[in-house]
T-cell receptor, first 117, second 110 residues
Framework: NAGVMQNPRHLVRRRGQEARLRCSPM?????VYWYRQLPEEGLKFMVY????????ESGMPKERFSAEFPKEGPSILRIQQVVRGDSAAYFC???????????????FGSGTQLSVL | GEDVEQSLFLSVREGDSSVINCTYT??????LYWYKQEPGAGLQLLTY?????DMKQDQRLTVLLNKKDKHLSLRIADTQTGDSAIYFC??????????FGQGTTLQVKP
């Protein structure tokens, strides 16, 4: 049973280009979460999606960032017109059910390191 | 608001105990979690505690919860060099997502 798969592992983009980060949740998981990690800033929540629905996007920047989790295929985090400040590690996590307050466990991928030149 | 606070760095000698502290804000949190991140990797669930408990022990790990002060701690007994990592505490926020602290970097000296 493969874990949460993220690709690419490393992504280099020039300023102004688009970045697409992919996440395949664990088998049987329909809840996906995206987090961004900057040095010394910990892990910041970005967006929580269930199949075809955005449940909580309170951590997403209002412009240039979007996320989707289609019925078929991986979840995609898309960053348009990247800037140097977007350089970070982006982690995806998945769970089998809603409400982590009920001890649904969260499983993380290994992350995508985005570098903007 | 939802906020989780941790100290950023802890250094101990191999064989000593490590204690990593965390404060959280949401008194209604039902579960509180500790995650471990090794260099270049994602986070792995280390342990968790249900809010009606004040202590949980799991081999070398002891979690203490003080609900009144909203304080959570993780004690690692007989710390080994392999325990060097970043440790995150987390609480569930509204809508079911997890809110993480800044992470505590544990450095274990031989």
């Amino acid at each position: 049973n493969a874990g949460v798969m993220q690709n690419p592992r490393h992504l280099v983009r020039r300023r102004g280009q688009e970045a697409r980060l992919r996440c395949s949740p664990m088998k049987g998981h329909s809840h996906v979460y995206w987090y961004r990690q900057l040095p010394e800033e910990g892990l910041k929540f970005m967006v929580y999606l269930q199949k075809e629905n955005i449940i909580d996007e309170s951590g997403m920047p209002k412009e240039r960032f979007s996320a989707e989790f289609p019925k078929e295929g991986p979840s995609i985090l898309r960053i348009q017109q990247v800037v140097r400040g977007d350089s970070a590690a982006y982690f995806c996590a998945s769970s089998s059910g809603p409400g982590l307050a009920t001890n649904e466990k969260l499983f993380f991928g290994s992350g995508t390191q985005l570098s903007v030149l | 608001g939802e906020d989780v606070e941790q100290s950023l760095f802890l250094s101990v000698r191999e064989g000593d105990s490590s204690v990593i502290n965390c404060t959280y804000t949401d008194s209604s949190s039902t579960y509180l979690y500790w995650y471990k991140q090794e260099p270049g990797a994602g986070l792995q669930l280390l342990t968790y505690i249900f809010s009606n408990m004040d202590m949980k022990q799991d081999q070398r790990l002891t979690v203490l919860l003080n609900k009144k002060d909203k304080h959570l701690s993780l004690r690692i007994a007989d710390t080994q060099t392999g325990d060097s990592a970043i440790y995150f505490c987390a609480e569930p926020g509204n809508t079911g997502k997890l809110i993480f602290g800044q992470g505590t970097t544990l450095q274990v000296k031989p």
